[in-house]
């Protein structure tokens, strides 16, 4: 049904409660969706041989994916480095040439762009820890690779958001392309093919190279996500670093020409 300014009242009100019979449900889910995320990443996780990582689920065969998982966390500290509060990371994977990894995944709906809070809030945790930051999300925009990859960001786009296996009524109405239509809902928590290569191969393949570009340019990452510099001048300043270029100059849009103002005679 399509609907406009002219659509009648009752046709809108009709609309927006059917909507609303899935989104509320949808919104419940709310841990769940995330757990969901982090456990098929602890699932490919543990297909590393001999990995040392941290962050587990203790009690995957216990019960359906109705209720939380329980899950221990992983430790707030690398020797005398620690993050402030109660955060965490969601994973920490130790390697032999590029040190610790910091794993967060993101199961949302929204794109992760570089100024997302959830991308600072990663930057912000892998500083303090001296962590290469890792990013699994649904969506990962070519800007936010190709800006903070040169920072040392390794990031993995999953291209579904997982809902949990008992949820398959809940997730056919969200993929209805009449209602939500979230048509890359998956009801699962088991990694697929992409996102066990990922963790298997392809992540301790570049971590040593993500170390250099992370340590090379954690100054600017430290400004960007704790001391808010802006978005416009953080981007040009990795741009011009990584081309070896000076970094100082202007920021941000040009300003557009216009033509000159002509004296009249």
Known sequence: MVLCGNTPKEQREARLKELLEVYRPFLKLGPRIGQALEIATYKALCKIPNAEFYGRFKNLTAHDDSTLYEKEEPPQHIGAKSLPGDQRLDFMLRTSDAGYLGIECKNVRH????????????????????????????????????????????????????????????AAKVKDKRLLGYHDVRTTNEPDARLLKFITTNLPAVALAARERFKENVDLLWRFAWDNMAYEEFSARVLRRFNGEDEDGEFGPKPLRTAPILNPL
């Open 111 to 170: 794109w992760m762009y570089p100024h997302v809070e959830e991308i600072k809030e990663t930057l912000r945790k892998c500083i303090e820890l001296d962590a290469v930051p890792v990013l699994i999300a649904r969506r990962i925009p070519f800007v936010t690779f190709h800006v903070l990859a040169k920072c040392g960001l390794i990031v993995h786009q999953t291209y579904n958001q997982l809902l949990p296996a008992t949820e398959d009524a809940l």
